[in-house]
């Protein structure tokens, strides 16, 4: 069974439409990771629209589980992470314009940038997991930044319209993920991932950990946390 990794972002989200203190993103982790979660994902962004610094430090002392933290390679937050010291930092792409991340980090562009973070965070204990799109170029240049994780974008699948174009790009997640095992890689996969598509990408041999936010926050909004999280960990299993 895939292991599941619940992003809290959007409860700071709703959080940040009134500028207050509720609801509040680690009380949602605390009761995510009591219902069985086995990681919680909070992105850090470098203009803070949701998580902010001060929730960072709170799910790192009061998680029982893993904290997964999503970072872009700006010199500000690789520094907040290497004091902080998460126990996976997942490095992402992050435009200020975007709504969401909109596809893998290009390792292949950007190979000394990724690699300094890779080299300046992993001898603080810190296991590094790079965030790329399902293509084969990517996965070799990941193998050379020394990172042990690769996190598999599955906007694409997600995507996808029409029977046919969603079983293609769940071959080509399958194939990746086949190679980057064979290279050694811990493999992870997430983003647009619900309870509709999610069962076909857990079903994928190999695929250590899914990690999934918006569709469990949106359903926690009508069945609560508890349900939400209940009803994803069944369908990976």
């Known amino acids: 069974m895939a292991k599941l990794g619940v992003n809290i972002d959007h409860v700071a989200t709703l959080r940040q439409a009134r500028r207050g203190i509720e ?18 994902v909070a992105h850090l962004r470098e203009d803070r629209r949701h998580i902010n610094d001060l929730d960072i430090k709170r799910l790192k002392k009061e998680i029982k589980t893993l904290l997964n933290l999503e970072m872009s390679v700006s010199d500000e937050i690789v520094r907040i992470a290497g004091d902080i010291r998460p126990n996976q930092a997942t490095l992402v792409p992050e435009k200020r ?11 292949v562009t950007h190979m000394r940038r990724v690699s300094d973070v890779v080299k300046y965070l992993q001898p603080k204990g810190v296991n ?36 046919k174009a969603k079983e293609k790009e769940l071959r080509i997640i399958a194939s990746s993920a086949e190679f980057a095992l064979s290279l ?43 349900n939400a999280v209940e009803k994803m960990l069944k369908l990976i299993s």
């Open 23 to 40: 609801p509040d993103p680690v009380e949602a982790a605390l009761i995510a990771e009591k219902t069985g979660c086995h990681s919680i």
């Open 184 to 226: 050694g890689f811990v493999v992870n996969a997430g983003h647009g991932l619900n309870y509709e598509n999610v069962s076909k990408v857990a079903a994928i041999s190999g695929i250590y950990e899914l990690n999934i936010g918006h569709s469990i926050i949106s359903r926690a909004v009508f069945s609560g946390i508890e």
């Open 97 to 107: 314009q975007e709504i969401t991340t909109e596809g893998g980090l290009d390792i």
């Open 128 to 163: 590094v997991s790079l965030f790329i799109d399902p293509d084969k170029r990517q996965i070799e240049a990941a193998a050379r930044t020394g990172a042990k994780i690769i996190e598999i974008h599955t906007g694409r699948y997600a995507n996808a319209v029409g029977a």
